[in-house]
Nanobody, 119 residues
């Protein structure tokens, strides 16, 4: 069974940095788009960044120039480097992958990791 497992969340002061990681496991044939989403209390889940199999990236306007998404294809893993963090970045961050596994194509989510930025 395919699983996505995140790591790297935590508490940081404004202006600091964190690096989130997401590893996909299970019987995976290929991973198309990978991405990070976040959900703050009382708000809807929103896209943060995505990266395609060809390494094309897309970022929310609010994080452009501060966050960087990258993928490690041999390891079926990807990361989100977050710099110059702001209190508004506080949220639960979820990794997401559109992939082809042994049972076909599917969309998978991680369990979420909390990022808290103090002012």
């Amino acid at each position: 069974q395919v699983r996505l497992v995140e790591s790297g969340g935590g508490l940081v002061q404004a202006g600091g940095s964190l690096r989130l990681s997401c590893a996909a496991s299970g019987r995976i044939l290929s991973i198309n788009t990978m991405g990070w989403y976040r959900q703050a209390p009382g708000k809807q889940r929103e896209l943060v960044a995505t990266i395609t199999s060809a390494s094309y990236t897309n970022y929310a306007d609010s994080v452009k120039g501060r966050f960087t998404i990258a993928r490690d294809n041999p390891k079926n893993a990807f990361t989100l480097q977050m710099n110059s963090l702001k209190p508004d970045d506080t949220a639960v961050y979820y990794c997401h992958a559109h992939l082809i596994g042994a049972q076909g194509m599917g969309v998978f989510w991680g369990q979420g990791t909390q990022v808290t930025v103090s002012s």
